[in-house]
């Protein structure tokens, strides 16, 4: 199997989670649609390709790591109502604006917290399934030249350093899991350091660790999420072990 080698290091990072009100929640590990979405934003497609971004997601597998832990963060957010702005049709995604009922509650404040993670770095790979564009190696052209500027979840979130690792942008190994225990670990400054146990994540089938079930495909014709799927979480020790953090 051959794999992307990328590290995501950037002051803010963002994967998003199942969002609950106000709440703009984030998972510990990249989601497939937000991995998607990025290598599809360096080739530069649009949100009109379906067909491909679809296909694309499919495709996609991956694991990834902390190498340096990060710190979580809560911004607090508002938003006002009763901008003239907010009162356009096509504010939402129905064509209709959000406002409540009643009074005139429904031209005030609105709270919005997101949550981000802080001074990060993590180690991802990345693998496609079966044949057909894109290929390993137009992933790394596209990554190395993006059509657009990259962002590691939320638009703020800007990575510091470029995403392919500068040694070895592909990586080849038995499978994923071994890929990313191949991948020298650095340490804030981009510096190779001893390995110790780190927390990660892997497909599924590869067992060990603790199993979970994660929201995160998305349907890219309705731009709305849509399904969920297996993954494994756990330490990733030096000698290769992997066995969920007590």
């Known amino acids: 199997m051959r794999a992307l080698v990328l590290r995501f290091d950037a002051p803010l990072l963002s994967f998003g989670g199942v969002m609950v009100d106000q709440h703009g929640v984030i998972d510990r590990f990249p989601r497939q649609a937000m991995l998607t979405g990025l290598l599809a934003n360096a080739l530069g497609w649009e949100h009109g390709d379906f067909d491909k971004l679809e296909a694309l997601q499919a495709r996609l597998l991956f694991a990834a790591r902390w190498d340096v832990a990060p710190r979580?963060?809560?911004?607090?957010?508002?938003?006002?109502?009763?901008?003239?702005?907010?009162?356009?049709?096509?504010?939402?995604?129905?064509?209709?604006?959000?406002?409540?009922?009643?009074?005139?509650?429904?031209?005030?404040?609105?709270?919005?917290?997101?949550?981000?993670?802080?001074?990060?770095?993590?180690?991802?790979?990345?693998?496609?399934?079966?044949?057909?564009?894109?290929?390993?190696?137009?992933?790394v052209e596209a990554l190395r030249r993006p059509a657009r500027p990259l962002f590691l979840g939320r638009k703020s979130c800007l990575p510091s350093r470029p995403l392919l690792d500068p040694k070895t942008p592909i990586l080849e190994g038995e499978n994923l899991l071994e890929i990313l225990k191949n991948v020298p670990r650095w340490n804030r400054w981009g510096e190779e350091v001893d390995a110790s146990p780190l927390e990660a994540c892997w497909p599924v089938e590869l067992g060990g660790g603790e199993v979970r079930r994660v929201y995160d495909l998305r349907s890219w014709r309705d731009q709305l999420p849509a399904g969920s799927r297996l993954r494994r979480e756990g330490l990733l020790c030096p000698d290769g072990n992997h066995v969920f953090p007590t």
């Open 72 to 139: 979580r963060i809560v911004d607090y957010q508002t938003v006002d109502l009763g901008q003239p702005k907010m009162a356009l049709p096509g504010w939402t995604t129905r064509g209709e604006p959000e406002h409540r009922e009643g009074g005139e509650a429904r031209f005030g404040t609105h709270i919005r917290l997101r949550h981000y993670w802080v001074d990060g770095l993590m180690t991802v790979v990345v693998a496609l399934e079966g044949d057909g564009s894109p290929a390993l190696e137009e992933l």
